[in-house]
């Protein structure tokens, strides 16, 4: 019998927040909901990531209403979502009472699948939130940031998957963030994985560097069971490959794909008109749409190369561009060699430009960089090089234990301070992770339930 491979549709998210920084509204894609839930997909990425914080900061949407509306038009597909470990949602460490109150509620209001990574890949940053989410019943899908380094071996990342696997992880997810890894590598890696364990491997990647339909495909040859797409309005560049392209190819060869066609070509249909109204209004830039392979070069992230660029421009500086290039992989060296995703992308980007700006390394440290040399962010894959580490840190010691172990309960405490403010525990975990943003919104809200409450009574 032929092997079935899986898809994971990510228009909602990922695809939105690769080409228009998460800008699509509920009401916008509201209308296809109950198209998507039809299609056959493993699971659809709905949450998480950069939708919360957008939704609060821009479309002045409450995300946890959001999903619950999703949730309630889609009852036959999992909802996925994705949660940076101990930072949440955020771009540091949370105390473990809000960590376990998130992924409880997240479930509570819809959530299925939880893919949950650390951008150091240190495991001890994955732990409660991985515990929680088989606590809450949904599946706990472990994920390994992916990066290429020295001490990057596939050996070492066997070792993770096993300790992933004992934590509770029912599926493994390989996020290649950046679009760099290539059809060998795919192959390579996914065949060792699989050796170790007997579990599904889902595989995420992005179109950045032209390799991922090359990649995907090598990939499902070595035995993964599950591939990130996007619906092909929605897909290439910074995004994912073709949803409906790697049915086509995958059927061809004689894998077995349950997606349903006549949806999926009423999802392009209809997403082709959102991208093209995103394109008329320059949400959408031809930027995101294109190849770079630039990256393959650097090994860095699409995103930071186009960072470094806003931020060199700012200073009057673009004609430092090759230099603060060449100067990031030397500072990701420095720092033992992280994986480069948020938060830790912009953390080293920032120092490399800082680095060449003020003609001394390290001259200047950002706050960020300082508390990863503590080791509030985790355990760095590599240690980091110890004259830094001494010259940033002076006489302070780095931390032996966990970080998240020495910050005490905030949920409590928060209740506490939103009495008649919060309306639910949802209302005061998003205070937490987004205090100024939530509070504003709060605001808004109860204008707007004034406003309709007038307007009742002026119909009465
Ligand atoms: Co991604």
Redesign the pocket.
């Known amino acids: 019998m032929a092997r079935k491979v899986q898809f994971v549709e990510?228009v909602l998210r990922?695809a939105n927040?690769?080409l228009i920084a998460t800008r699509l509204p509920f009401d916008k894609f509201e209308p296809m909901l109950e198209t998507i839930d039809k299609a056959g997909f493993y699971a659809a990425e709905c949450w998480g990531?950069a939708t919360f914080d957008v939704c609060l900061r821009y479309l002045h949407e409450d995300p946890w209403e959001r999903l619950r509306k999703i949730r309630a038009k889609m009852p036959n597909t999992k909802l996925q979502m994705?949660l940076r470990g101990q930072n949440v949602l955020g771009y540091s460490h949370y105390p473990d009472d809000f960590v376990k109150l998130f992924v409880q509620k997240a479930v509570e209001n819809g959530i299925d699948v939880i893919r949950i990574f650390d951008a150091l890949n240190d495991v001890s940053n994955l732990k409660v939130a991985m515990e929680a989410t088989t606590k809450a019943g949904a599946i706990a899908s472990g994920t390994i940031s992916y990066t290429t380094s020295p001490v990057h071996t596939h050996a070492k990342y066997v070792e993770m998957v096993k300790e992933l696997k004992e934590m509770g992880a029912s599926t493994i997810c390989i996020?290649d963030?950046a679009g760099i890894m290539g059809p060998q590598e795919a192959y390579d890696m996914v065949s060792a994985i699989k050796d170790a364990v007997d579990m599904p491997i889902d595989l995420?990647?992005?179109s950045t560097t032209g390799l991922a339909f090359m990649t995907y495909l090598k990939a499902v040859e070595a035995g993964v069971d599950i591939i990130?797409t996007a619906i092909s309005p929605f897909s290439g560049g910074t995004s994912?490959p073709a949803t409906e392209t790697l049915a086509y190819a995958l059927r061809q060869l004689g894998y077995e794909v349950d997606l349903n066609d006549e949806m999926t070509t009423k999802m392009a249909t209809f997403f082709k008109g959102i991208r093209d109204e995103f394109v008329a209004d320059g949400t959408l830039m031809p930027k995101a749409m294109a190849t770079d392979t630039q990256c393959l070069t650097y090994q860095v992230p699409g995103g930071m190369l186009s960072n470094l660029m806003s931020q060199l421009k700012q200073m009057n500086a673009m004609d430092r561009f090759d230099e603060a290039l060449a100067e990031t992989p030397k500072v990701r060296a420095d720092m033992g060699y992280p994986p480069l995703v948020t938060p830790t992308s912009q953390m080293v980007g920032v120092q490399a430009v800082r680095n060449v700006l003020d003609g001394q390394r390290y001259k200047t440290v950002s706050k960020e960089i300082k508390a990863y040399c503590r080791g509030e962010y985790g355990k760095t894959p590599a240690p980091i090089n110890a004259d830094i580490q001494k010259m940033i840190l002076g006489d302070e010691q780095p931390l032996t234990t966990r970080y998240a172990d020495s910050l005490a309960p905030i949920v409590e405490p928060t209740r506490e301070q939103l009495k008649g403010i919060a309306k639910s525990d949802e209302d005061v975990l998003s205070y937490i992770a987004f205090p100024s943003l939530a509070e504003k919104y709060f605001e808004e809200r109860k204008a707007k339930e004034e406003n309709e409450v007038t307007y009742t009574i002026v119909e009465c």
Do not use: I, Y
């Open positions: 990510t990922d927040q690769s990531g994705l996020k963030m995420h990647t992005h990130d994912q």
